[in-house]
């Protein structure tokens, strides 16, 4: 009898061990998820909402396509430049100041976007939004890392990352009917209400943050001294493990593995922004006129995205496994990206392979960052080589919105740009399996 006891008082203590860790798990999770979520539906939204100004603008300041597809793209590289100083200003001054800070200044540069008049001035006004924000998305990145075991980092990053397809679905449908609907209202283009209306949010969320967020556990009154205790411990014993699985490294920035992920993100980079940026062009190419309609459909694709990565982040979580989930997810909204013109005007063709695209292509993002927060765990570079990656790949956000838009402006066609894309996203993925061998990623499975 005495062995059955041991073994019914042993399952019984991880029974309450788990309902006290479900229940920890789920106040941080109400405590910081909702809300950086919402901030990155603004900040998302701030980056791609000239894609639904594009038309209104080239009618009234005469840009092209070129144009466009450059000041779209300028934004990265002014967030490729501060990305790292802002990264590891924080780990310096904290979490709450620096996020803060990174909303306030983006929000008064968001709305000086209403402001524009010439392509210089448009180009401008790009690079500054983008060093405003720099560091935003790889700082939470950071910040969850530091609040969630690894077995539940994969979700949380999944319903924050869910803020790409949540932009395009409130975005769209709200562009395309402030573009219609305020346009001269005051004296002001509907593309200018659109940029201040949707910029503004940011100031009021920075000074939210500073009030919600704390910068670390220990600072969590909203926890108590027991949870705090257990939720050290659950993140410091894994950070243990992983340095103890890794070989040794003489620095992060040295360590080539580092450039290999980054190049593989580029490509997922590179998928996200060229369908954020260029999906509207598509919609219109399927038929669809104007402003209204193009942002009322652009929600469909979006909206089974905002689902559908979510339901694959779960499964990576359940199951444990990252990176067949991450390069599938890239080959197969590549391949739906290469048949969107053998479906010329027809619309719902048209949006069921852009449904396909957004959830895959999106899904990637949250996927393949929970392998870099678990291979630089413990390091003290860590937030430095989370930036550092995040640097080198955002120039795909810078070239692949301008080299579509010059293929664009030079054959008149988005088709080849399309192709190109494709054949970017099923590198990346392959590239991903190589350069992230199987046993560098320890399984972390949910129960």
């Not at 077995?151 to 409130?170: C, E, M, T, W, Y």
């Not at 570079?381 to 955002?394: H, M, Q, V, Y």
């Amino acid at each position: 009898m005495q062995p059955v006891q041991a073994k019914a008082e042993m399952s019984s203590g991880a029974l309450v061990e788990g309902i006290f860790e479900d229940t920890v798990a789920r106040k941080v999770s109400l405590r910081i998820v909702p809300f950086l979520l919402v901030c990155y539906v603004v900040s998302y939204l701030d980056r791609i909402n000239i894609g639904f100004a594009k038309f209104q603008m080239q009618d009234t300041l005469g840009f092209s396509d070129a144009i466009y597809g450059m000041g779209a793209g300028v934004f990265f590289i002014g967030y490729m430049f501060f990305e790292i100083p802002s990264n590891v200003f924080m780990k310096r001054i904290g979490a709450k100041k620096t996020l803060s800070r990174i909303m306030l200044l983006w929000g008064l540069v968001g709305c000086c976007m209403a402001l524009v008049s010439t392509p210089m001035q448009f180009y401008v006004c790009r690079f500054l939004l983008g060093a405003c924000e720099a560091g935003f998305a790889p700082g939470v990145i950071y910040y969850i890392s530091c609040w969630f075991p690894k077995r539940r980092q994969g979700k949380a990053l999944g319903v924050f990352f869910s803020g790409i397809p949540i932009a395009g679905l409130i975005g769209g449908p709200a562009s395309g009917w402030v573009l219609t609907h305020f346009d001269g209202l005051t004296g002001m283009h509907g593309w200018q209400w659109m940029f201040v209306l949707q910029a503004a949010p940011a100031i009021l969320l920075g000074v939210i943050a500073y009030c919600l967020l704390d910068d670390d556990i220990s600072r969590a009154k909203w926890l108590s001294s027991d949870e705090r205790r257990y939720l050290e411990m659950e993140i410091a014993s894994e950070i243990d493990v992983t340095r103890s699985g890794h070989a040794p490294r003489i620095a992060d920035f040295g360590d080539v593995r580092l450039y290999l992920m980054a190049l593989s993100y580029f490509t997922f980079i590179c998928g996200t922004y060229a369908l954020s940026f260029w999906l509207p062009s598509m919609l219109k190419n399927a038929g669809l006129k104007d402003n209204l309609s193009i942002g009322l459909y652009s929600a469909i694709p979006f909206a089974v995205s905002a689902v559908g990565m979510v339901l694959l982040c779960k499964s990576s979580d359940r199951s444990g496994e990252r990176r067949w989930h991450t390069a599938l997810s890239a080959i197969v909204g590549g391949a739906a990206l290469a048949a969107i013109p053998f479906v010329p005007n027809t619309l719902f063709c048209a949006c069921t392979l852009l449904a396909i695209a957004a959830t895959t292509i999106f899904a990637t993002i949250s996927l393949f960052w929970t392998m870099p927060s678990e291979y630089f765990a413990g390091s003290p570079g860590a937030a430095g080589s989370i930036a550092l990656i995040n640097s080198i790949a955002l120039t795909g956000g810078f070239l692949s919105p301008f080299v579509i838009g010059w293929i664009k402006t030079a054959t008149g066609s988005l088709v080849g740009g399309l192709y190109l894309i494709s054949a970017v996203l099923a590198i990346g993925g392959i590239l991903l399996l190589v350069s992230v061998p199987k046993h560098l990623v320890k399984r972390h499975a949910s129960v």
